[in-house]
């Protein structure tokens, strides 16, 4: 079967995309009436009457005969903007002689001074268009209606990133309404080569996803590739991008992302001049981008706004975090229960004199401070914002010292947490940490049973599955596997940006036949 014939089956054939959350089949089913009244009638019926639902009925003509009616739910419009630009120019035309003939006709020309006008002539489309905040107007003698652009309502601003700040940088951030996300992106690629689809995804919520990428840069493949796993998406609502990254992911047996996000529009936009391609969903501040590889996850923004050398260093402080991050308890247990003679004889009577009196061994010791750990960053993230990180600092501290005086863990293993939790925050993406807080439990595990042996067998483990891993069909661990020496500018170091003639994680960079043009507004 063709891809076309696929999309067609089950994406745009699906419920039809426009359809309400709450209609009933019956109703559904049944298509627009020239009669005014059983329209209205059958939009109270879907909806239940219910009491957000604002219809405005007015009277065209000299003599008042040809009724018609104005539709919007209320807090889901701009009331100022229905009010003057849709209502208003309505009751001026309203004793117009010519109105009264042909109103729907005239009324995109004549009438209306916005934009954001297109007709429908079926009920699905037109009440799903008013539950998304369009205006809906009908008119006697027509079975066809017209839904004005008149979205408004409280929302959020443009404000800094939460989650993925800088100090250098860009501060704005990607905030839950679809289109001003898009907007975001384009003022930062303003071409005519960044390309968007729209889609409606979810049987009930019929949630708006967007798919954003650059034509002539992104291949053919990836694009479809993203269009099919969009397809196949079968589930009632979409309420955050995270549902679409659970139905699109390569393997989800993998604790490994292979779906990056993000909540910059600087990083969205480098990831779409690499080539990738991204995923707006609407209601959640947070893009996807696909493909998403390994180095992905180490990547900072605000590595391309230092120096190159400072960049570098601080992407090495990184992988090192995340080898303490993934290894640093499970060395300790595996040196300390097993391989007694890796360590200076100083060091070995000191920690055996901190380890006199602990009446658990090292791996029960480490996994009870891991797991305190855990509680008190979980706890810290659930309590409020002024609390929060307060309760975090002093639990850890209270705790740590009371375990060590009561003789349940030593001062050393306290010290071996407290390390490897401050090196998981090294990492940039939250989702990544979270695969290697929950690798770091098996790497103990594997310490406290077979010391160095299971460390260098579970990493061995570890290397064979992110060689197996694909994001979209490129292989995760690529440059390095397999290995693509012309895109090492930017994994392990960040070149300057002279030597990264190759795509970039944030420009395209042009050869000396092909230089940028200075363009004079």
């Known amino acids: 079967m063709s891809l076309m014939k696929f999309m067609n089956q089950r994406l745009f054939k699906q419920p039809n995309p426009y359809a309400a959350a709450n209609q009933s089949k019956a109703a559904s089913d049944e298509p627009l009436r020239t009669r005014l009244q059983d329209n209205l009638a059958m939009f109270k019926q879907a909806l239940h009457d219910s009491p957000d639902i604002v219809i405005r009925e007015l009277d065209f003509g000299e003599n008042h005969s040809t009724p018609a009616a104005v539709l919007y739910v209320s807090g889901l419009v701009d009331q100022d903007y229905v009010n003057q630009f849709?209502?208003?120019?309505?009751?001026?035309?309203?004793?117009?002689?010519?109105?009264?003939?042909?109103?729907?006709?005239?009324?995109?020309?004549h009438i209306m001074p916005i934009g954001g006008i297109h007709e429908a002539d079926d009920f699905d489309a037109l009440l799903t268009g008013l539950l998304s905040g369009e205006t809906v107007f009908l008119c006697e003698g027509y079975n066809r209606g017209i839904l004005i652009g008149s979205k408004g309502g409280e929302s959020r601003g443009v404000e800094e990133p939460t989650s993925q700040s800088v100090i250098r940088g860009p501060k704005d951030g990607f905030t839950e309404s679809l289109m001003t996300n898009i907007s975001l992106i384009r003022r930062?690629?303003?071409s005519p080569d960044l390309w968007s689809e729209q889609y409606r995804i979810g049987h009930v919520t019929k949630t708006k996803v967007a798919i954003l990428y650059l034509h002539?840069?992104?291949?053919?493949?990836?694009?479809?590739?993203v269009r099919a796993r969009l397809a196949r998406i079968n589930i009632d609502g979409i309420l955050e991008s995270g549902y679409i990254e659970g139905w699109i992911q390569d393997n989800p047996q993998s604790v490994f992302p292979t779906v990056f996000n993000s909540e910059r529009p600087d990083v969205i936009s480098a990831g779409l001049l690499e080539g990738r391609v991204a995923i707006v969903v609407d209601g959640t501040p947070f893009v996807l981008l696909v493909p998403a590889l390994f180095i992905h996850f180490f990547q900072a923004a605000e590595d391309y706004y230092q120096r190159y050398d400072i960049s570098t260093l601080v992407r090495w402080l990184r992988y090192f975090g995340f080898v303490i991050a993934l290894l640093?308890?499970?060395?300790?247990?595996?040196?300390?229960?097993?391989?007694?003679?890796?360590?200076?004889?100083?060091?070995?009577?000191?920690?055996?004199a901190q380890r006199e009196g602990i009446p658990f061994p090292a791996f029960i010791e480490a996994l009870m401070m891991e797991l305190t750990f855990e509680l008190l960053r979980e706890a810290g993230i659930r309590l409020p914002r002024a609390v929060g990180q307060s309760i975090s600092i002093v639990g850890a501290l209270v705790i740590g010292q009371a375990a060590v005086q009561a003789g349940i863990v030593s001062a050393a293993m306290v010290i071996v947490v407290s390390i490897t939790a401050i090196?998981?925050?090294t990492m940039p993406s939250y989702s990544f940490g979270i695969s290697v807080r929950m690798l770091r439990f098996a790497m103990m595990g594997l310490a406290a049973c077979l010391g160095l042996f299971g460390i260098v067998a579970g990493v061995i483990m570890m290397i064979q599955h992110l060689c197996n891993l694909r994001s979209f069909g490129t292989p995760y661990m690529s440059p390095f596997s397999p290995v693509q020496q012309n895109k090492f500018q930017d994994t392990l170091i960040r070149a300057p940006w002279q030597f990264m003639h190759q795509t970039s994680s944030t420009a395209h960079t042009r050869g000396a036949s092909d230089q940028s043009e200075w363009k004079k507004e």
């Not at 849709?86 to 020309?109: M, Q, T, Y």
């Not at 002539?216 to 590739?225: D, H, N, R, T, V």
């Not at 640093?328 to 055996?352: C, K, N, Q, R």
Request: proline share 9%.
């Open 86 to 109: 849709i209502i208003a120019p309505l009751l001026s035309a309203a004793k117009a002689p010519e109105a009264e003939a042909r109103i729907i006709d005239i009324f995109n020309r």
């Open 188 to 190: 930062r690629i303003a």
């Open 216 to 225: 002539g840069k992104a291949s053919m493949p990836l694009i479809e590739e």
């Open 328 to 352: 640093g308890p499970s060395l300790y247990i595996a040196i300390t229960t097993f391989h007694h003679d890796m360590l200076p004889p100083e060091l070995l009577v000191s920690l055996s």
């Open 423 to 425: 090196a998981s925050f």
